[in-house]
């Protein structure tokens, strides 16, 4: 298994090992010791599991705010999505800064998204199946989001009419939100 910093502080690709043969695969998606010897002390409490019917579902930019913050593994099992995250900490080095990543059942790479990161992610096919550890739970009241097309991140999503739930058409751009996170590293 190897972990790959992204060009965002306190992000990694994960890639698993995969032991494959003629009758399929088989991997490690998740062990506590592996991740805690690279550094990644984290008590995944809830599991989650998203399916999409159709290419060009966007969901997000979403977060949570403290208490509820979460820390975010995310993979895909079925399908393929371009995954987005961004650095919304007030004082990182990379705030305001976002970065894609193909995630797809034949990369098997996952995520790691860190508190105070927004993460978003739109369907490359149908039918695509998401799946995400979180360490803490959802809180509906915590809930905020981003604009998936707030002019300033200008992300390069794999669509320009995306299909999106109600709650992710009303998310306020970047620059009007109030102070949420601090990085204090």
Known sequence: MGFI?????????FEPKVFGDNRGFFMETYNAQLFEENGFTLNFIQDNHALSNESGVLRGLHYQLEPFAQTKLVRVTRGAVYDVIVDIRQGSPTYGQW?????SESNKRQLLIPQGFAHGYCTLV????????????YSPEHDRGIAWNDPD????WPT????????????????????????EG
């Open 153 to 156: 991140l200008n992300i390069n």
């Open 5 to 13: 910093k992204t060009k965002l502080l306190d992000a990694y690709l």
């Open 99 to 103: 970065e894609g990543f193909i995630l």
């Open 126 to 137: 149908e039918n695509t199946e998401f799946l995400y550890k979180v360490d803490n739970y």
């Open 160 to 183: 320009s009419n995306p299909i999106l739930s109600d709650k992710d058409t009303k998310h306020p751009y970047l620059k009007d939100l109030e102070r949420q996170f601090i990085y």
